[in-house]
């Protein structure tokens, strides 16, 4: 597609359950990120994908969170047991290597 | 010492004045720099790369300056519209995994 596409775009969950977000890339786009935003706050890495590389998780919080990405395609972002401090905005980037990062609008997640 | 760092701000400037961000990055092997615009509950957005001769774009003006490992931003003339936080961007080389910095919120008063 023409850019970055995130679902959904809001999401609101109760405290427990297991959400999945999804990011769709824009198409030959070799890199992706996932970031975390908080109310008010910068930016929080969480993991970046590299064409066929292992991905770099070092940003993940907690092993409840797990994201995955089949070759160059879509990737989904894995929260399992929501907590209420995961309430956030969740943002995906994609680039051509490192060239022109473009962000999706975000997925808004609400613990409740 | 944090790999981009920007002080947060705010910055609160009238209308008309120039305002100048600077944001320094640890990593001396970093081969491209960007500045990006992030409006209120929305996504970041490039608002121009930083070239290491500096560039312009209108009333903005980036630098690059790999003595001090600093890059800035000036913008000349502030508009209302120019209100947002200005995200500083430092990637190495091809693969490597690029950095945003924190943020420095901009606020042009009437």
């Known amino acids: 597609g023409a850019g970055v596409s995130q679902s959904p775009s809001n999401k609101v969950t109760e405290k427990g359950k297991d959400v999945e977000l999804r990011c769709d890339p824009i198409s030959g786009h070799t890199a992706l990120y996932w970031y975390r935003q908080r109310l008010g706050q910068g930016l929080e890495f969480l993991i970046y994908?590299?064409?066929?590389?292992?991905?770099?998780k070092s940003g993940l919080p907690s092993d409840r969170f797990s994201a995955e990405r089949t070759g160059e395609s879509v990737s989904t972002l894995t929260i399992q047991r929501t907590q209420q401090e995961d309430s956030a905005v969740y943002l995906c980037a994609s680039s051509l290597a490192g060239y022109g990062y473009t962000f999706g609008s975000g997925t808004r997640l609400t613990v409740v | 010492r944090k790999e981009v760092e920007q002080d947060p701000g705010p910055f609160n400037v009238p209308e008309g004045a120039t305002v100048a961000f600077n944001c320094t990055y640890s990593?001396?092997?970093?081969?491209?720099f960007f500045w990006y615009r992030q409006d209120c509950r929305k996504e970041p957005k490039l608002l121009m790369s930083?070239?290491?001769s500096g560039n312009e774009d209108g009333r903005f003006t980036a630098q690059l300056n790999r003595a001090s490992q600093y890059i800035s931003l000036l913008i000349r003339d502030s508009k209302l519209s120019d209100s947002a936080t200005y995200l500083c961007?430092?990637?190495?080389?091809?693969?490597?995994?690029?950095?945003f910095g924190i943020g420095t919120k901009l606020q042009v008063i009437p």
């Open positions: 930083v070239y290491s």
């Open positions: 990593n001396s092997a970093s081969q491209s």
């Open positions: 994908f590299q064409g066929n590389s292992a991905p770099d």
């Open positions: 961007v430092v990637n190495g080389e091809g693969y490597q995994k690029v950095t």
